[in-house]
């Protein structure tokens, strides 16, 4: 019997990643590491990138604060959460 848990214990894959690994993974997925940015793909998708944080980051809409002037921050959720919008902005 003990054997066997011994075989189990072992050989059982890890059933929780750490926190670091989670968060290099998220990191490395959002910041292309490891990518050609000389490929076509890659140049056009930063500049897609380039155009939507300078948009995101004009005077007057990203605010000293850290908010964005157009989201209501006391907002109730709903489906179309403007909250939700300044995460995803963040990861602009």
Same mark, same amino acid.
């Given at each position: 019997?003990?054997r066997i848990?011994?075989?189990?214990?072992?050989?059982a894959?890890?059933?929780?990643?750490?926190?670091d690994?989670?968060?290099?993974n998220?990191?490395?997925?959002?910041s292309?590491?490891?990518a050609?940015?000389?490929?076509g793909?890659?140049?056009d998708?930063?500049?897609?990138?380039e155009?939507?944080?300078?948009a995101?980051?004009?005077?007057?809409y990203?605010l000293?604060? *850290? #908010? $964005? =002037?157009?989201?209501?921050y006391?907002d109730?959720? &709903? *489906? #179309? $959460? =403007?909250?939700?919008?300044?995460f995803?902005?963040? &990861?602009?």
């Open positions: 019997m003990k848990v011994l075989i189990l214990v072992l050989f894959p890890p059933v929780y990643a750490s926190l690994s989670v968060r290099q998220f990191v490395n997925y959002y292309a590491a490891g050609d940015r000389d490929a793909r890659m140049r998708a930063l500049a897609a990138l155009t939507s944080a300078l995101y980051s004009t005077p007057g990203l000293s604060d *850290g #908010s $964005w =002037s157009d989201i209501n006391s109730t959720p &709903t *489906g #179309s $959460w =403007s909250p939700w919008d300044h995803r902005r963040l &990861t602009v």
